[in-house]
Structures are given as C-alpha cells and as structure tokens.
C-alpha cells in the first residue's frame, strides 16, 4: 500500500485515497459489507457494531 491521503470537505464529507493490491469487487465488498467491515475497521482488538449503513448520497453511516 502506498501513504493515504485523507480530506474532509465542507459537508463533512470524508475522502480518503490508497493503492491497494486487490481487486475492485474484493475493496468494494470489503468497504460496503458491514460483515467484513467490522473484521478491518479500526486498529487490533477494536470492535463494530453498525447501527445503520446506507451508502447511497445522503444515506446515514452510524456504527459503535
């Protein structure tokens, strides 16, 4: 992986960029399945509960 480059916009809005080696459709289902999301979010031994999880423009993202 290559450094990230995080950005947050006016709207609140959270952009973050990375190389990663792997296929689009694997870094896809790994960011929009909460199953595997909560297996990689956070730094070892952080854990998830996603309360809502709504990718699409102006969906909610709420997660404990």
Do not use: Q
Not at 5 to 20: A, K, L
Not at 25 to 44: C, F, M, Q, R, S
Not at 50 to 63: A, I, M, Q, T
């Amino acid at each position: 992986m290559t450094s990230a480059i995080i950005s947050t916009t006016p709207d609140c809005e959270i952009v973050s960029s990375r190389i990663v080696n792997a296929s689009r459709e694997i870094v896809y289902t790994a960011w929009t399945d909460p199953e595997h999301l909560k297996n990689w979010w956070g730094p070892t031994g952080f854990t998830n509960t996603f309360n809502e999880f709504d990718l699409r423009p102006g969906g909610k993202w709420s997660f404990i």
